[in-house]
C-alpha cells in the first residue's frame, strides 16, 4: 500500500507533472468524484495536446 506522501519524492523527475491529493478518494476515483476525474483528465489532455503543438 502506498500513501500520498510516497509518490511526492517522484516529483522531481517529472517536472510537468500534476500532484493532486484528494479527499474522499478511493480506489475508484472515476466512479466515486466522476466530475472531478473528468475535470483533471480534460486538462492533462489539454496540456499533452499543447505540448505536441509545440
Same mark, same amino acid.
Given at each position: 500500500?502506498?500513501?500520498?506522501?510516497?509518490?511526492?519524492?517522484?516529483? !522531481?523527475?517529472?517536472?510537468?507533472?500534476t500532484? =493532486? +491529493?484528494?479527499?474522499?478518494?478511493?480506489? =475508484?476515483?472515476?466512479?466515486?468524484?466522476?466530475?472531478?476525474?473528468?475535470?483533471? +483528465? !480534460?486538462?492533462?489532455?489539454?496540456? +499533452?495536446?499543447? =505540448?505536441?503543438? !509545440?
Amino acid at each position: 500500500m502506498t500513501g500520498y506522501r510516497d509518490a511526492w519524492g517522484l516529483l !522531481e523527475h517529472y517536472p510537468h507533472a500534476t500532484y =493532486a +491529493v484528494l479527499d474522499r478518494a478511493g480506489h =475508484a476515483l472515476h466512479l466515486e468524484q466522476p466530475d472531478l476525474f473528468g475535470a483533471l +483528465v !480534460e486538462e492533462w489532455l489539454d496540456r +499533452v495536446e499543447g =505540448a505536441l503543438a !509545440e
